[in-house]
């Protein structure tokens, strides 16, 4: 008990000391990708974990269903006594691994903000800053030399949380950034990170000069291309937005990516973007549909524009029922479907169309953002 206390320690010292240099993830892996179902996503978290922060038998039955798991900042907020998102996410991803070895885990950090629950060290903080136990938290807020500076000289503040940003002008800043990312993954159970808020460009509100602005900008992004080439090849960043894949991300989590002739091109411009780079490039497409009738449209744009390591993924950032029962949608997460033609678009009816190996076909009509899925066991 002694000697997993230590290692605990030393692991977190790791994520708030100034960093060293970034190096390589060995022990990344990229999600396993293939067709013979729905390729499907987990991004969600558990408020009420573990007491060292990892799932519970339920909710990892449902988990190892996935390709890949995204943790969330919110894993383990709720426990008592408290131990750091780092913590958690490391527990949990230990515990994945042990139970399907082909899992892909990633942990969410944030690209600018740096949330904290403390008033002393934040006095302007809003609810929203709170959110996580992030354990560099202490650090950053008590080093000013990395945090972002308004016009009048005094911290800057992220408009919507009132958190404090990085100063990403700075080097040893963006170098600080990178290394929490390879810290996490050194741990040989995280597969990359996220970077959320990649798209943000001016995150104080128009209280820093135009040109602070443009060199913050320049810098947030030259720091997660540097993330993510010190990952690379199996290890991800994703980012937001599916313009941000092959500039500074190799990965994105797109929200809404809803029943659209958008999502189709989107995922196209995927495959056809990680193909010039010669790279493999994920892509997430998260939606908020609830039932086989609901996720009907969304699925069948997803199946239209889908290609490799692309994955479609439903719910929550936190678990509302305990088990995440409600992330796997049966019917269609779990149809057979089989290696895919390349779609067809019939321009005299605005419809696309697809078909699968084992029967199963696709189409979407353009002008009503409907789609049909005809499965072949059906």
């Avoid at 708030?16 to 996503?41: G, K, M």
């Avoid at 490391?90 to 139970?99: I, M, P, T, Y």
Wanted: charged share 15%.
């Amino acid at each position: 008990m002694a000697v997993a206390k230590y290692l605990i320690t030393c692991f977190v010292l790791s994520l708030v000391l100034p960093p060293v240099s970034a190096t390589s993830c060995p022990t990344c892996r990229l999600p396993q990708h293939d067709w013979s179902t729905l390729p499907v996503f987990f991004h969600g978290s558990t408020v009420n974990s573990q007491p060292d922060g990892s799932f519970s038998d339920a909710q990892m039955a449902t988990l190892t269903k996935f390709s890949s798991v995204t943790i969330e900042k919110w894993q383990a907020q709720g426990i008592i006594p408290a131990i750091t998102e780092e913590v958690a996410w490391v527990a949990a991803a230990r515990k994945l691994k042990a139970a399907k070895p082909s899992l892909a885990v990633y942990v969410w950090l944030d690209s600018l903000r740096i949330y904290t629950q403390n008033h002393t060290l934040n006095p302007d903080l809003k609810s929203p800053c709170t959110t996580g136990n992030f354990g560099p938290a202490p650090f950053l807020e008590t080093h000013p030399e990395y945090l972002l500076r308004n016009s009048s000289g005094g911290l800057a503040l992220e408009k919507w949380s009132h958190c404090h940003i990085y100063d990403f002008e700075k080097e040893f800043v963006r170098e600080y950034w990178t290394q929490m990312c390879i810290n996490l993954t050194s741990s040989g159970v995280i597969d990359g990170c996220g970077a959320d808020a990649s798209w943000q460009y001016d995150a104080t509100g128009n209280t820093t000069t135009p040109a602070v602005q443009v060199a913050w900008d320049q810098g947030h992004r030259a720091m997660m291309n540097a993330t993510a080439q010190a990952l690379m090849p199996n290890g991800i960043l994703l980012g937001k937005d599916g313009y941000e894949l092959g500039e500074h991300v190799n990965g994105v989590l797109q929200e809404e990516c809803g029943p659209a002739n958008s999502t189709i091109q989107t995922l196209q411009t995927a495959t056809a973007t990680a193909q010039a780079h010669n790279a493999s490039y994920v892509y997430n497409c998260h939606n908020h549909c609830t039932n086989v009738t609901d996720c009907r449209d969304s699925v069948a744009a997803f199946l239209i524009g889908a290609g490799p390591y692309h994955y479609f993924g439903r719910g929550g950032w936190t678990d509302p029922e305990g088990d995440f029962s409600s992330h796997w949608v049966p019917g269609i997460f779990d149809q057979p479907l089989g290696n895919p033609s390349p779609a067809e678009y019939d321009a005299s009816t605005q419809v696309w169309s697809r078909k699968f190996s084992t029967g199963t076909s696709v189409t979407f009509d353009v002008k009503t953002n409907t789609g049909s899925i005809s499965w072949s066991s059906l």
